[in-house]
């Protein structure tokens, strides 16, 4: 929930000279991708017979490649989502999981290790090859075995994947994992043809893409991807005969001129701030349509525990009680963020819970200077915590200096935060190897299930309590976070086969995550996308994809 910021003249003494020199870019795309929702004709979509033109989509992100086995950005899944089919999907707009390439939901043994499937009859490949559980399995070893990003998804969890007959799928677990099935709804995980596609270490198709969803792929280039509609698609044909993606990379200038000037339908991603205020303001008016949707993308403050200051809980405790969350959404984003109080998001409403707003309250400057003169720090004696970022990130510098000037307005010189920024590639590398005490990071999901924002985070194979996380999921996020108990309540949340006692475990993960403080989540993303006032059927997803079959024009 937003709360109204405190009044702080002499914050904004200090900041104006930060605020308002530069266009922000509210959708930050970094290493994980959003999971997505795969491409499905909705439980509620009519068929139409009549498909009107085609769609041109703009935005600025440009997909590294194509294969399902390989895709681990947004841009390509985005595009995977909408040219392929998985064995479940989500209702368009929804958290619904419903079957998709399924005919129903798993049947799942007793010890949760083995999910059986019933596939689909009567599908056929983009090239004509059939549909059948041998495909499927072909597909999962190879998104297994080809050594893609996105390959330990699977690795982690499945022990193997066996057609038990022709339209039967078994997949047996290594260990019981509740967030399987939506696992299963991952759109990389989508099947491909036999006869297009190789297993085998680094035997990927970056520029083409044979799966059985409502599109074709006819065009892939550097700044334009056309989709045409499958002519032979088995659910409900796309409203409209493709989709031309115009890509204006890294460039929200053209892309915002573009939709103004009529060149494009469709505007998402990214836009920057203000260029989302002038939009917002002439869809009140009528110019255009906006679709405003919640975001699932999680940004935070990672908090090495490894280096000093930040090994001292009131440090982290500290600043936790001085981050201002709705004065970042306000006045950097221009509210056009949500403050989160969770490494969930509040999208995934039988799971969140604000345990960070549950323990430190609002802010408060005086509680956060309490503790650090506590703990020994002072004007004199100052806990010192550089904070990195990507030198690509507006957003996040101005986070960062936004943070920066609360410490020096409310803690007396007692902590400071000193903004650092360094190439993409070089950051993510440092923050896995321990360098960095503090950074701002953030997450877009694989799959919409709380698991994937909580092991990938607190989940640690190796360490100690005193030690720290010497190998996994903590080490690899930079927090360095290591706790038996976390361990035990994770495994337990993934064991756990009844909805009600696993949402218990979810909320004792979170408020340990609050005593704790490996990281400080900040706030969530709202997703803004601007279309022409002829175009119909607009949705948006949780997982931040929109179904392209849906769009027709008036």
Request: hydrophobic letters at 40%; one cysteine or more; glycine letters at 8%.
């Amino acid at each position: 929930m937003i709360h109204t910021p405190r009044t702080l003249p002499r914050f904004w003494r200090v900041c104006a000279q930060f605020i308002g020199l530069f266009s922000l870019c509210a959708a930050l795309i970094v290493g994980c991708n959003p999971q997505t929702s795969q491409t499905s004709p909705s439980p509620t979509a009519t068929p139409s017979s009549t498909p009107s033109d085609r769609i041109i989509y703009g935005t600025t992100i440009r997909p590294r490649t194509l294969d399902p086995a390989d895709s681990y950005e947004m841009a390509g899944i985005d595009m995977i989502y909408n040219l392929g089919d998985t064995l479940y999907t989500y209702v368009p707009g929804t958290t619904e999981l419903v079957p998709q390439l399924a005919t129903a939901m798993p049947a799942i043994s007793a010890d949760g290790l083995t999910y059986i499937i019933p596939l689909r009859e009567g599908v056929e490949f983009h090239d004509g090859t059939p549909f059948n559980a041998e495909a499927m399995k072909f597909s999962m070893d190879r998104f297994m075995n080809n050594g893609g990003k996105p390959a330990f998804l699977l690795n982690d969890v499945v022990l193997e994947a066996q057609a038990t007959g022709e339209y039967e799928l078994t997949v047996t677990l290594q260990q019981p994992f509740a967030g399987f099935t939506a696992l299963l709804a991952f759109a990389g995980i989508c099947p491909i043809s036999p006869a297009a596609y190789k297993i085998g270490d680094g035997e990927f198709n970056p520029n083409g893409f044979v799966g059985t969803g409502p599109y074709t792929l006819t065009e892939f280039n550097s700044d334009t991807i056309h989709l045409d509609a499958n002519p032979n698609y088995w659910g409900d044909k796309p409203k409209n005969n493709g989709v031309d993606v115009q890509i204006y990379t890294d460039n929200s200038a053209n892309l915002f001129n573009s939709f103004t000037t009529g060149a494009v339908d469709l505007a998402y991603q990214a836009l920057d701030p203000e260029q989302i205020s002038n939009l917002l303001t002439g869809a009140e008016q009528g110019d255009w349509q906006v679709l405003e949707a919640p975001g699932t993308a999680i940004n935070y403050m990672v908090l090495n525990q490894n280096q000093a200051p930040l090994d001292q809980l009131p440090v982290r405790q500290a600043i936790a009680h001085l981050v201002d969350r709705a004065l970042i959404s306000d006045r950097v984003f221009q509210g056009q963020a949500e403050p989160v109080y969770s490494l969930i998001p509040t999208a995934l409403t039988d799971y969140y819970e604000p345990a960070l707003r549950n323990n430190y309250g609002e802010p408060d400057g005086a509680k956060a200077k309490e503790l650090l003169t506590a703990a020994g720090f002072s004007a004199s004696n100052p806990a010192v915590i550089p904070i990195w970022f990507p030198s690509a990130s507006t957003p996040r510098l101005l986070v960062a200096q936004t943070l920066q000037a609360l410490a020096e307005q409310e803690l007396d010189g007692a902590l400071t935060f000193e903004p650092n920024t360094i190439d993409g590639a070089s950051f993510f590398k440092n923050i896995r190897e321990g360098v960095y005490p503090a950074a701002l990071v953030n997450w877009y999901p694989d799959f919409l299930d709380p698991d994937n924002y909580l092991h990938p985070f607190l989940s640690c194979s190796q360490g100690s309590e005193v030690g720290g996380c010497s190998e996994g999921a903590a080490q690899n996020q930079g927090s360095f976070y290591y706790s038996e108990a976390m361990n035990e309540l994770l495994e337990a949340q993934r064991q756990e086969t009844n909805p009600e006692t696993r949402q218990n475990i979810i909320r004792e993960i979170q408020q340990k995550l609050a005593d704790d403080l490996p990281y400080i989540p900040l706030w969530q993303t709202k997703e803004y996308v601007f279309a022409r006032n002829e175009v119909e059927g607009l949705e948006m997803n949780p997982s931040q994809t929109i179904p392209f079959w849906l769009l027709g024009k008036s």
